[in-house]
């Protein structure tokens, strides 16, 4: 049996990869990729720890993660295709219109 | 058997997470993560949750994904998409994170094995005290059902706001539309 921390450090390794993709990219589209990522990350977490405390609770949490998720990408890629309408851009170096 | 199952789609996973990151192009990137999301279920369905692989799938793969791909080709991402000036400290920013939550991990005592005796009664009589699905529903529908309710309302405002924001017009652009 893999014990529970393997899952975890895979789980890890999946999130800071998304920390860096959105860090380092430019493109805002490869940015909510990376968001997807990270979510992903949390859900190996919640269903490996829900079956090693046998509890489903966290296989639940999941599910209202993937909801949010979906939400997140449907506004978000609206807002996206809104963005390019009015700036033609999807650079987020060149979206700066609420920069200080 | 298990263990070589975890290292498969472990190592695709991060494989997969790394290219998604990496490619320069979105379509390749969108391509590697809907590899991912097969490799999740995969790792769902190892951790005894059926019905999350399959949801997985449904809607990640099917739903979330097509509407990335649709959007990628709609703009036609064919310029400059280089990466940030940035790169370098964002990839040590992002090792040392991991190596923090590595170190922690380490430390917080996890257990080995399932602490209940799911495991020790041996997998396929688990399987048989009660459908993962069914146990799910159970849990949904009585423990969490505001949570459930409030999950339908995040859905609604999605949908409105999507149709706001990406319809002509809508927004303060109507004289453009006469």
């Given at each position: 049996?893999v014990?529970?921390?393997y899952?975890?450090?895979?789980?890890?390794?999946?999130?800071?990869?998304?920390?860096?993709?959105?860090?380092?990219?430019?493109?805002?589209?490869?940015?909510?990729l990376?968001?997807?990522?990270?979510?992903?990350?949390?859900?190996?977490?919640?269903v490996?720890?829900?079956?090693?405390?046998?509890?489903?609770?966290?296989?639940?949490?999941?599910?209202?993660?993937?909801t949010?998720?979906?939400?997140?990408?449907?506004?978000?890629?609206?807002?996206?295709?809104?963005?390019?309408?009015?700036?033609?851009?999807?650079?987020?170096?060149?979206?700066?219109?609420m920069?200080? | 058997?298990?263990?070589?199952?975890?290292?498969?789609?472990?190592?695709?996973?991060?494989?997969?997470?790394?290219?998604?990151?990496?490619?320069?192009n979105?379509?390749?990137?969108?391509?590697?993560?809907?590899?991912?999301?097969?490799?999740?279920?995969g790792?769902?369905?190892?951790?005894?949750?059926?019905?999350?692989?399959?949801?997985?799938?449904?809607?990640?793969?099917?739903?979330?994904?097509?509407?990335?791909?649709?959007?990628?080709?709609?703009?036609?991402?064919?310029?400059?998409?280089?990466?940030q000036?940035?790169?370098?400290?964002?990839?040590?920013?992002?090792?040392?994170a991991?190596?923090?939550?590595?170190?922690i991990?380490g430390?917080?005592?996890?257990?080995?094995?399932?602490?209940?005796?799911?495991?020790?009664?041996?997998?396929?009589?688990?399987?048989?005290?009660?459908?993962?699905?069914?146990?799910?529903?159970k849990?949904?529908?009585?423990?969490?059902?505001?949570p459930?309710?409030?999950?339908?309302?995040?859905?609604?405002?999605?949908?409105i706001?999507?149709?706001i924001?990406?319809?002509k017009?809508?927004?303060?652009?109507?004289?453009?539309?006469?």
């Amino acid at each position: 049996m893999v014990p529970l921390s393997y899952y975890m450090i895979l789980s890890a390794i999946v999130f800071a990869t998304g920390v860096v993709g959105v860090l380092i990219r430019r493109n805002i589209i490869m940015l909510l990729l990376s968001i997807e990522l990270m979510l992903n990350a949390t859900n190996i977490n919640f269903v490996a720890f829900s079956y090693y405390l046998d509890n489903v609770a966290g296989q639940v949490f999941v599910f209202f993660v993937l909801t949010v998720a979906a939400a997140e990408v449907a506004v978000g890629l609206a807002i996206i295709i809104a963005l390019y309408r009015d700036k033609a851009t999807v650079n987020v170096a060149e979206l700066n219109l609420m920069k200080w | 058997m298990a263990t070589l199952s975890f290292f498969y789609f472990g190592s695709v996973i991060v494989l997969c997470a790394l290219l998604v990151v990496a490619l320069r192009n979105p379509v390749h990137s969108v391509i590697a993560l809907l590899v991912m999301f097969f490799h999740i279920a995969g790792l769902f369905v190892t951790l005894h949750a059926e019905f999350l692989a399959a949801v997985q799938l449904i809607v990640y793969a099917g739903a979330i994904l097509v509407l990335y791909l649709f959007v990628v080709m709609i703009l036609n991402l064919q310029q400059d998409d280089s990466y940030q000036r940035q790169v370098k400290l964002g990839v040590g920013l992002g090792l040392l994170a991991l190596a923090e939550v590595t170190a922690i991990i380490g430390k917080a005592g996890l257990p080995e094995e399932p602490v209940s005796g799911r495991a020790a009664a041996g997998e396929a009589a688990a399987a048989a005290v009660a459908g993962n699905t069914e146990t799910i529903g159970k849990a949904l529908y009585t423990t969490y059902l505001f949570p459930f309710e409030v999950a339908s309302l995040i859905l609604l405002v999605a949908m409105i706001g999507a149709i706001i924001m990406a319809k002509k017009g809508l927004m303060g652009q109507e004289s453009e539309q006469k």
